[in-house]
Each structure stands twice: as C-alpha cells, then as structure tokens.
C-alpha cells in the first residue's frame, strides 16, 4: 500500500448488510457481472466482519481494521495506525500517525469525502455525524437513504459530482456507503409489495440493483488515475434463519461478508491510444 497511497485514488465502498452467501450466490450464477468482473477469478471473498452492525463495524474499518480473512492468521492489514506490538502491520502496510484512516489520508495530501447512506451517515444529530465528521466533505440526503428506491444511483451521481469539482492534481480518498442492501428493500424485488416484507429474494434483488449502476462509479473514480477500490460489507443480516431476523447479533449470517479489493486502470494516455 506505501506505493499506493500518494499515487492513486482510493475508493471504499461498503455494501451495507451484505450477506457473503446471496453475494456469493450471485456471482457464481452471473447475475452482477459489472462487480464479477473485477473479482479475482469472479468470486468473493470470505471474511468475517470487524462489527455486527453499521456503527461498530465503520468505526473499526476507519481504524483500519477492515473485514478479517475467513482463515486462521496473522493477517497483514493495508492499512493501520502506528501501534506499538501490532501483530498485523507488515512491510506493504501504510502505516499513519493518526487515530484513523481518514485524518490518516487527509494528513497524506487526499481530500477526503463521504457520501453516506443509512443513518449513521445522515448528519442528523450527534450519533449521525460522528463517522461522517472524519471526512472533509460528507453528503447524505433523504435520496440517499434506506427508504429510497433509487438511493444508490442518486449516490453514484453525487460521487461523480464530487470527482469532477476536484483539480486535475488532487488525491481523492471517496468512501460511500451504500444504502439499498438494508431494510426496507422489498421494492427491489419485482412483484413485492410492502405488505410482503424484505426477504432474501429482496435482498439479492437489491443487490442486482447495485451492480446496475456501480460502473458508473468505477468510472468515475479510474477518469483521472488509476484507483484502488475496496468493496466489501460491513456485516450481514438476518432474514429469519434459526429464528433470528435483522443484525447486531452473533449469527453466521452476519459475520460472514464479502470482501474485494482491486485496481482500476486509470484513462489511457494519448500515447496509447
């Protein structure tokens, strides 16, 4: 990551209650081929998630502390925060002197912008803006949330904004959390209605939709230079399995989420093309 960061823009972005069985289901079956194509041989990554929920979960990630690899460890991190004894940090690890990533990349010279989703990303109060005050810009609006059909080509095109405004020179760190995964998302699934409840046809649905519109973002952030992009959950969630429904709990379910990170090719140059 030392040579990485400082020569490529970098892209996080977290699918919010993901489970790693519906998105490893999808991808084997080709039904997210804009996301499968940028998976190592087209398959997820199984990790367990650092949170049972939105909050816990981002507050380890911006430490630097990203979902675990599903195997016995040590596994070296990306990214950490000098501490002394850590058992994780490795010659390949950007290591910074902050309390989190974010600051930590800011401190590198990235500008560093949030485009939020569920609510603890919405600025509302003093709970919603502690993750999203990390950043030097945030954005959240209702069209952005959990109860909007839409939410995540509405992100997609802020995101976009934020890329475009930016001189040519700057280092952009752009994080967004995607909101469609979560509760409500039964109207992702053609034929549901409310009354139908979300399901885990819904949630795969949502997911569908995601991958519908996630190329524009990828495009977007490789238009300048070439962008390293994690894609991951933050955790799953629940739909009734052993009688448990929802997250912030100890199932498999949620622990078990996927992860990918990859690099997208920056615009090619006059000489090449």
Known sequence: MNEIVGSHDLLLVTLDTLRYDVAAELAAAGRIPNLARHLPDSRWERRHAPGSFTYASHQAIFAGFLPTPAAPGPHPRL??????????????????????????????????????????????????????????????EPAFGVASPTSF???????????????AEQRLFLFVNVSALHQPNWFHLPGATRESGDTRASHAAALEYVDRHIGRLFAAMSSRRPCFAIVCSDHGTAYGEDGFTGHRLGHEVVWNVPYAHFLLSGPRSEAHA
């Open 79 to 140: 990214f950490a925060a000098r501490f002394a004894g850590s058992e994780t940090t490795a010659d390949g690890t950007f290591v910074y002197d902050t309390p989190d990533l974010v600051t930590g990349l800011a401190k590198h010279g990235y500008r560093t912008a949030c485009v939020g989703g569920v609510g603890f990303f919405n600025g509302q109060g003093p709970l919603g803006s502690v993750l999203p005050g990390l950043f030097e810009e945030s954005h959240w």
């Open 153 to 167: 080509e509405s992100q997609v095109t802020r995101a976009e904004e934020i890329v475009a405004a930016l001189p």
